[in-house]
Protein backbone atom coordinates (compact mmCIF):
# COMPACT_ATOMS: atom_id res chain seq x y z
CA UNK A 1 0.00 0.00 0.00
CA UNK A 2 2.83 2.58 0.51
CA UNK A 3 3.00 3.28 -3.20
CA UNK A 4 0.10 5.13 -3.21
CA UNK A 5 1.99 7.95 -1.69
CA UNK A 6 4.72 7.92 -4.42
CA UNK A 7 4.16 10.24 -7.03
CA UNK A 8 3.14 9.39 -10.34
CA UNK A 9 5.55 10.18 -12.98
CA UNK A 10 6.08 9.62 -17.02
CA UNK A 11 6.90 5.66 -16.14
CA UNK A 12 3.54 5.34 -14.84
CA UNK A 13 3.15 4.58 -10.95
CA UNK A 14 3.08 1.75 -8.14
CA UNK A 15 0.23 -0.17 -8.25
CA UNK A 16 -1.38 -2.29 -5.42
CA UNK A 17 -2.29 -5.67 -6.93
CA UNK A 18 -5.97 -5.35 -6.27
CA UNK A 19 -6.03 -2.19 -8.35
CA UNK A 20 -4.26 0.81 -9.71
CA UNK A 21 -3.45 2.08 -5.72
CA UNK A 22 -5.16 2.01 -2.44
CA UNK A 23 -7.07 4.48 -1.07
CA UNK A 24 -5.66 7.29 0.49
CA UNK A 25 -8.72 8.36 2.78
CA UNK A 26 -10.18 7.23 5.41
CA UNK A 27 -10.48 3.59 6.15
CA UNK A 28 -13.80 2.31 6.08
CA UNK A 29 -15.99 -1.31 5.85
CA UNK A 30 -19.13 -2.09 4.33
CA UNK A 31 -20.79 -4.59 5.55
CA UNK A 32 -21.07 -7.56 3.63
CA UNK A 33 -24.53 -8.14 1.85
CA UNK A 34 -24.09 -12.19 0.66
CA UNK A 35 -22.00 -14.31 2.46
CA UNK A 36 -20.21 -17.41 0.91
CA UNK A 37 -20.01 -20.41 2.92
CA UNK A 38 -18.98 -23.55 1.21
CA UNK A 39 -16.78 -24.66 -2.32
CA UNK A 40 -18.52 -24.80 -4.81
CA UNK A 41 -20.87 -21.67 -4.13
CA UNK A 42 -21.58 -19.65 -7.17
CA UNK A 43 -22.19 -16.06 -8.12
CA UNK A 44 -22.91 -13.96 -11.34
CA UNK A 45 -22.63 -10.35 -10.46
CA UNK A 46 -22.73 -8.13 -13.65
CA UNK A 47 -22.96 -10.78 -16.28
CA UNK A 48 -19.40 -12.27 -14.47
CA UNK A 49 -20.14 -15.95 -13.00
CA UNK A 50 -17.96 -16.51 -10.11
CA UNK A 51 -17.33 -19.94 -8.66
CA UNK A 52 -15.88 -19.94 -5.08
CA UNK A 53 -13.32 -22.54 -3.40
CA UNK A 54 -12.77 -21.83 0.92
CA UNK A 55 -9.56 -22.10 1.56
CA UNK A 56 -9.46 -21.10 5.63
CA UNK A 57 -6.12 -20.70 7.38
CA UNK A 58 -3.97 -19.56 3.96
CA UNK A 59 -3.33 -16.08 3.76
CA UNK A 60 -6.07 -15.05 6.31
CA UNK A 61 -8.22 -16.43 8.85
CA UNK A 62 -11.36 -15.85 6.54
CA UNK A 63 -10.02 -16.75 2.53
CA UNK A 64 -11.47 -18.16 -0.58
CA UNK A 65 -10.60 -18.51 -4.51
CA UNK A 66 -12.01 -17.26 -7.15
CA UNK A 67 -12.72 -18.95 -10.51
CA UNK A 68 -13.49 -17.04 -13.42
CA UNK A 69 -15.03 -20.26 -16.21
CA UNK A 70 -15.48 -17.95 -19.00
CA UNK A 71 -12.23 -15.91 -18.83
CA UNK A 72 -10.30 -18.82 -17.81
CA UNK A 73 -9.12 -17.00 -14.83
CA UNK A 74 -8.29 -17.87 -11.10
CA UNK A 75 -7.90 -15.32 -8.36
CA UNK A 76 -6.00 -16.63 -5.62
CA UNK A 77 -4.30 -13.35 -4.11
CA UNK A 78 -1.44 -14.12 -1.50
CA UNK A 79 -2.06 -17.68 -2.16
CA UNK A 80 -0.37 -17.51 -5.51
CA UNK A 81 2.61 -14.57 -4.16
CA UNK A 82 2.64 -13.83 -0.66
CA UNK A 83 4.38 -10.02 -1.92
CA UNK A 84 1.27 -8.96 -4.06
CA UNK A 85 -2.27 -9.80 -4.67
CA UNK A 86 -2.85 -10.81 -8.19
CA UNK A 87 -4.58 -12.89 -10.53
CA UNK A 88 -3.45 -15.84 -12.90
CA UNK A 89 -4.66 -16.33 -16.47
CA UNK A 90 -4.59 -19.49 -18.06
CA UNK A 91 -2.95 -17.65 -21.07
CA UNK A 92 0.49 -15.84 -20.93
CA UNK A 93 2.58 -13.81 -23.34
CA UNK A 94 6.65 -14.08 -23.29
CA UNK A 95 7.92 -10.39 -23.67
CA UNK A 96 11.57 -8.91 -23.33
CA UNK A 97 10.25 -5.52 -21.86
CA UNK A 98 7.34 -5.71 -19.48
CA UNK A 99 7.19 -2.28 -19.42
CA UNK A 100 6.17 -1.84 -23.47
CA UNK A 101 4.00 -4.73 -22.60
CA UNK A 102 1.44 -3.43 -19.85
CA UNK A 103 -0.92 -3.09 -21.87
CA UNK A 104 -0.95 -6.85 -22.57
CA UNK A 105 -1.12 -7.24 -18.28
CA UNK A 106 -4.24 -4.30 -17.98
CA UNK A 107 -5.85 -7.26 -20.34
CA UNK A 108 -5.51 -10.02 -17.94
CA UNK A 109 -2.19 -11.71 -19.60
CA UNK A 110 0.15 -13.24 -17.54
CA UNK A 111 3.34 -11.49 -18.74
CA UNK A 112 6.51 -14.42 -18.53
CA UNK A 113 10.03 -12.08 -19.06
CA UNK A 114 12.36 -13.74 -21.84
CA UNK A 115 13.53 -13.80 -25.00
CA UNK A 116 13.06 -16.19 -27.77
CA UNK A 117 16.49 -16.49 -28.50
CA UNK A 118 17.21 -18.17 -25.43
CA UNK A 119 16.17 -21.69 -25.39
CA UNK A 120 16.02 -21.60 -21.47
CA UNK A 121 14.08 -18.99 -21.48
CA UNK A 122 11.23 -20.56 -23.76
CA UNK A 123 11.27 -23.73 -21.48
CA UNK A 124 10.94 -21.97 -18.22
CA UNK A 125 7.75 -20.16 -19.91
CA UNK A 126 6.36 -23.48 -21.47
CA UNK A 127 6.86 -25.14 -17.56
CA UNK A 128 3.31 -25.35 -17.17
CA UNK A 129 1.13 -27.57 -19.23
CA UNK A 130 0.37 -25.56 -22.50
CA UNK A 131 -2.00 -26.54 -25.17
CA UNK A 132 -1.57 -23.79 -27.64
CA UNK A 133 1.31 -21.61 -28.41
CA UNK A 134 1.41 -18.37 -30.37
CA UNK A 135 4.27 -17.49 -32.00
CA UNK A 136 3.84 -13.76 -33.05
CA UNK A 137 7.40 -12.42 -32.29
CA UNK A 138 9.54 -10.78 -35.18
CA UNK A 139 12.20 -8.30 -35.88
CA UNK A 140 10.46 -6.20 -38.82
CA UNK A 141 13.44 -3.70 -39.31
CA UNK A 142 14.01 -3.46 -43.01
CA UNK A 143 17.75 -1.78 -42.11
CA UNK A 144 20.65 -3.99 -43.62
CA UNK A 145 22.51 -3.32 -40.24
CA UNK A 146 20.08 -5.55 -38.29
CA UNK A 147 20.06 -8.57 -40.29
CA UNK A 148 22.02 -10.46 -38.24
CA UNK A 149 20.08 -9.19 -34.98
CA UNK A 150 16.86 -10.35 -37.21
CA UNK A 151 18.24 -13.35 -38.19
CA UNK A 152 18.62 -14.60 -34.47
CA UNK A 153 14.73 -13.47 -33.62
CA UNK A 154 13.27 -14.54 -36.70
CA UNK A 155 14.71 -17.84 -37.73
CA UNK A 156 17.14 -18.85 -34.74
CA UNK A 157 14.39 -17.89 -32.20
CA UNK A 158 11.32 -19.62 -35.13
CA UNK A 159 13.71 -22.89 -34.26
CA UNK A 160 13.93 -22.68 -30.62
CA UNK A 161 10.43 -22.19 -30.18
CA UNK A 162 9.59 -25.36 -31.94
CA UNK A 163 12.20 -27.05 -30.07
CA UNK A 164 10.76 -25.93 -26.62
CA UNK A 165 7.09 -26.44 -28.24
CA UNK A 166 8.10 -30.21 -29.25
CA UNK A 167 9.50 -30.96 -25.54
CA UNK A 168 6.97 -29.64 -23.47
CA UNK A 169 4.51 -31.57 -25.42
CA UNK A 170 2.35 -28.50 -26.78
CA UNK A 171 -0.74 -29.40 -28.82
CA UNK A 172 -0.65 -26.85 -31.13
CA UNK A 173 1.76 -23.88 -32.76
CA UNK A 174 0.33 -20.57 -34.31
CA UNK A 175 2.85 -19.34 -36.33
CA UNK A 176 2.39 -15.73 -37.78
CA UNK A 177 4.01 -15.37 -40.91
CA UNK A 178 3.59 -13.03 -42.97
CA UNK A 179 2.61 -12.10 -46.91
CA UNK A 180 6.15 -10.91 -47.26
CA UNK A 181 6.73 -14.78 -47.32
CA UNK A 182 6.08 -14.87 -50.49
CA UNK A 183 8.24 -12.45 -51.66
CA UNK A 184 7.72 -9.90 -54.34
CA UNK A 185 5.27 -10.82 -56.97
CA UNK A 186 2.46 -9.16 -59.05
CA UNK A 187 -0.96 -11.68 -59.15
CA UNK A 188 -2.98 -12.35 -56.77
CA UNK A 189 -1.55 -14.84 -53.19
CA UNK A 190 -3.62 -17.84 -52.42
CA UNK A 191 -2.75 -20.79 -50.44
CA UNK A 192 -1.18 -22.38 -53.51
CA UNK A 193 1.14 -19.23 -54.81
CA UNK A 194 4.68 -19.91 -54.53
CA UNK A 195 7.10 -18.93 -51.25
CA UNK A 196 9.56 -16.45 -52.77
CA UNK A 197 10.30 -14.50 -50.13
CA UNK A 198 13.83 -16.53 -49.67
CA UNK A 199 14.77 -15.26 -53.28
CA UNK A 200 14.16 -11.62 -51.97
CA UNK A 201 17.07 -8.96 -51.61
CA UNK A 202 14.87 -7.95 -48.81
CA UNK A 203 16.35 -9.71 -45.68
CA UNK A 204 12.78 -9.42 -43.41
CA UNK A 205 11.30 -11.36 -46.33
CA UNK A 206 13.92 -13.87 -46.61
CA UNK A 207 13.60 -14.44 -42.74
CA UNK A 208 10.02 -14.93 -42.90
CA UNK A 209 10.10 -17.41 -45.88
CA UNK A 210 12.65 -19.42 -43.40
CA UNK A 211 11.34 -19.42 -40.21
CA UNK A 212 7.50 -20.67 -41.88
CA UNK A 213 9.29 -23.17 -43.81
CA UNK A 214 10.70 -24.66 -40.53
CA UNK A 215 7.40 -24.84 -38.92
CA UNK A 216 6.33 -26.49 -41.65
CA UNK A 217 8.57 -29.34 -41.81
CA UNK A 218 8.25 -29.68 -38.32
CA UNK A 219 4.78 -29.97 -38.67
CA UNK A 220 5.66 -32.55 -41.78
CA UNK A 221 8.08 -34.67 -39.13
CA UNK A 222 5.32 -35.09 -36.42
CA UNK A 223 6.97 -32.79 -34.16
CA UNK A 224 4.16 -30.24 -33.62
CA UNK A 225 0.97 -29.63 -35.02
CA UNK A 226 1.24 -26.24 -36.78
CA UNK A 227 -0.96 -23.94 -38.41
CA UNK A 228 0.38 -20.56 -40.43
CA UNK A 229 -1.25 -17.65 -40.68
CA UNK A 230 -0.02 -14.99 -43.80
CA UNK A 231 -1.29 -11.37 -42.27
CA UNK A 232 -0.73 -8.58 -44.88
CA UNK A 233 0.02 -5.43 -43.32
CA UNK A 234 -1.38 -4.95 -40.11
CA UNK A 235 -2.95 -1.86 -38.19
CA UNK A 236 -5.56 -1.78 -35.08
CA UNK A 237 -5.27 0.16 -32.07
CA UNK A 238 -1.99 0.05 -30.16
CA UNK A 239 0.52 0.25 -32.85
CA UNK A 240 2.41 2.93 -32.44
CA UNK A 241 5.62 1.75 -34.13
CA UNK A 242 4.70 0.33 -37.87
CA UNK A 243 2.12 1.08 -40.09
CA UNK A 244 0.58 3.72 -37.57
CA UNK A 245 3.79 6.09 -37.76
CA UNK A 246 2.99 6.92 -41.29
CA UNK A 247 -0.50 7.70 -40.67
CA UNK A 248 0.35 9.55 -37.72
CA UNK A 249 2.94 11.82 -39.78
CA UNK A 250 0.15 12.42 -42.19
CA UNK A 251 -2.29 13.55 -39.88
CA UNK A 252 -0.35 16.10 -38.41
CA UNK A 253 1.28 17.30 -41.67
CA UNK A 254 5.03 16.24 -41.16
CA UNK A 255 4.83 13.52 -44.26
CA UNK A 256 7.32 15.02 -46.54
CA UNK A 257 5.79 12.81 -49.73
CA UNK A 258 4.26 10.26 -50.67
CA UNK A 259 5.68 7.56 -53.78
CA UNK A 260 3.35 5.82 -55.88
CA UNK A 261 2.16 2.62 -54.51
CA UNK A 262 -0.31 0.03 -53.08
CA UNK A 263 -0.84 -2.30 -50.05
CA UNK A 264 -2.64 -5.15 -48.44
CA UNK A 265 -3.91 -4.02 -44.74
CA UNK A 266 -5.97 -6.25 -42.12
CA UNK A 267 -7.08 -4.99 -39.00
CA UNK A 268 -5.23 -6.74 -35.64
CA UNK A 269 -8.55 -7.41 -33.97
CA UNK A 270 -9.37 -9.78 -37.61
CA UNK A 271 -6.17 -11.37 -37.26
CA UNK A 272 -6.11 -12.08 -33.68
CA UNK A 273 -10.10 -13.54 -34.36
CA UNK A 274 -8.57 -15.72 -37.05
CA UNK A 275 -5.32 -16.84 -33.92
CA UNK A 276 -7.87 -17.99 -31.96
CA UNK A 277 -10.27 -19.82 -34.87
CA UNK A 278 -6.83 -21.34 -35.83
Not at 54 to 69: D, R, T
Not at 185 to 200: A, I, M, T, Y
Request: with cysteine.
Amino acid sequence: GIGAALDRGPQGQVGAGLGQTTSTGTVTLIPPTIEIAKTGEELTVDGIRMVFQMAPGSEAPAELHIHFPHLRALCMAENATHVLHNILTIRGALVRDPQAAADLQARGVELVTGCIEDPLALMAALATPTDCVFHVAADTSTWRGHEARQNRTNIDGTRNLIAAAKAAGVRRLVHTSSVSAFGQQENVLDEHSPRLGKQSWINYERTKAIAEELVLEADARGDIEAVVLNPAHILGPGDTRNWARMFILLEQGKLPGAPPGSGTFADVREIAKAELAA
